[in-house]
């Protein structure tokens, strides 16, 4: 028997018009889970993974940084990102953003880069807020380098609290329920706008219905991430679907 040759035409397949890669933690279970939620035609997403410790400290985080550039390369160079996001808020707060940006150009020279606390200062620019309020489930330890940032960022950051819980297995199961009433709690400080913080932290089924109820922006680190990567890739695309901030542009 001959094995006849089928002819085939070929064309952009998925994601012709946006690529966007995401490198997502070992033990993330939140990451890929909303950001699927997100369906604008042409636009796909893909994800690499790279090892971490459960453990949520300031060196099991940092300890991530020699680990970024082989995670990048696991995205492939043929696919032509135009946008690739280190889905880690407080790593990337940590390890410093021109580095977390160096070590995926290492592989992606030129590609756009971001990362959750990058990403989340450009929202609170692009919805024009500057006095914040800071929800996080991490220690004090991991907590205060992210107020930080904030502050060196032009933002004011009135008040901020925290689930305080080191295992990220542990936080990817924080129910919505206890998110919701801690940024309901936060936003009654003089804020104006609420940060949830960490990729783990659930809120992609809470944020457009507090947003209405308490009248305040709320942006979280996953939100921030895809709508930056959005705008960074060239999508312009305007829904609030699961927040106002995507109806904002950079």
Excluded at 50 to 58: A, K, R, W
Excluded at 68 to 95: H, R
Excluded at 186 to 215: H, N, P
Aim: negative net charge; charged residues 20%; contains cysteine.
């Amino acid at each position: 028997m001959t094995l006849e040759k089928i002819e085939f035409d070929t064309d952009e397949g998925f994601g012709h018009k946006a690529r966007i890669g995401l490198i997502v933690l070992e033990t993330d279970q939140t990451v890929e889970a909303e950001m699927r939620q997100i369906r604008i035609p042409g636009v796909d997403w893909y994800h690499s993974r790279i090892p971490n410790d459960s453990e949520v400290t300031p060196s099991t985080l940092t300890d991530m940084k020699q680990r970024l550039p082989v995670a990048a390369s696991l995205l492939p160079k043929e696919f032509a990102f135009d946008a690739i996001g280190y889905c880690c808020t407080s790593a990337a707060t940590l390890i410093g953003e021109e580095a977390v940006a160096g070590a995926i150009q290492d592989s992606h020279p030129g590609v756009a880069c971001s990362n959750p606390i990058t990403a989340a200062v450009a929202a609170f620019q692009a919805l024009e807020v500057s006095r914040i309020a800071v929800l996080t489930p991490y220690t004090a330890e991991v907590t205060a380098p992210i107020i930080s940032f904030f502050n060196n960022s032009g933002l004011e950051v009135q008040k901020v609290a925290s689930f305080l819980e080191p295992s990220d297995y542990v936080v990817a199961r924080i129910s919505e329920d206890s998110v919701a009433a801690g940024v309901r709690d936060l936003a009654k400080s003089d804020c104006e706008a609420v940060f949830v913080s960490c990729t783990s932290l659930r809120s992609f089924g809470i944020v457009a219905a507090l947003e209405q109820e308490l009248g305040k922006p709320i942006v979280s680190s996953n939100l921030a991430i895809s709508w930056h990567l959005l705008r960074l890739a060239g999508v312009e695309d305007s829904f609030n679907e699961f927040s106002q901030l995507f109806m904002k542009q950079l």
